[in-house]
């Protein structure tokens, strides 16, 4: 089985979000950048302040740009024959599929929940057009996961029998 790779969904807010924060960083750099230029670092009594504070000044804005940036191209879920990926920017973890319990579809949030064996989880978050694909490849890779759809049909028939 060939790796698949899944897209996480950002919402739109938090892409904004992003995107004004790599904007940020960039306008820091660029007014730091400023700043040494009309700056006289000889009248300095001692120089190796304003080299700390002008290497912090730009270190921190290039930080967290990268982060950011890894953000939008490295987020992403994985598949291949025994692990499933998790990629959310430089945070990466890996799962065993031999360790997936359920896989769960509820259709009243409309959430994808993975359960493991020691009754953890995670939601998958990629676009709703791609949970069957998601389905299809996590169960192809390991036939001993239990499907289920939970429905608002399946909730009204769960409390009538109650």
Do not use: H
């Amino acid at each position: 089985m060939a790796m698949k790779v899944f897209k996480y969904k950002f919402t739109k807010v938090t892409t904004i979000l992003i995107y004004a924060g790599i904007f940020l960083c960039a306008l820091c750099v660029g007014l730091n950048i400023f700043s040494i230029v009309t700056s006289d670092l000889s009248s300095s009594a001692n120089i190796v302040y304003p080299v700390i504070q002008y290497t912090l000044m730009f270190l921190i804005p290039l930080a967290l740009a990268v982060i950011l940036v890894s953000l939008l191209v490295s987020s992403y879920y994985s598949i291949d024959e025994k692990w499933l990926k998790t990629s959310f920017g430089v945070i990466k973890s890996k799962y065993d599929l031999k360790d997936i319990k359920t896989l769960l579809l509820d259709r009243t949030t409309n959430k994808l929940s993975v359960y493991f064996n020691n009754e953890s989880f995670i939601v998958i978050v990629v676009k709703e057009d791609w949970y069957d694909d998601f389905i299809d490849a996590l169960c192809s890779a390991n036939d001993k996961i239990e499907f289920t759809i939970n429905s608002k049909e399946n909730k009204k028939d769960d409390e009538e029998k109650k």
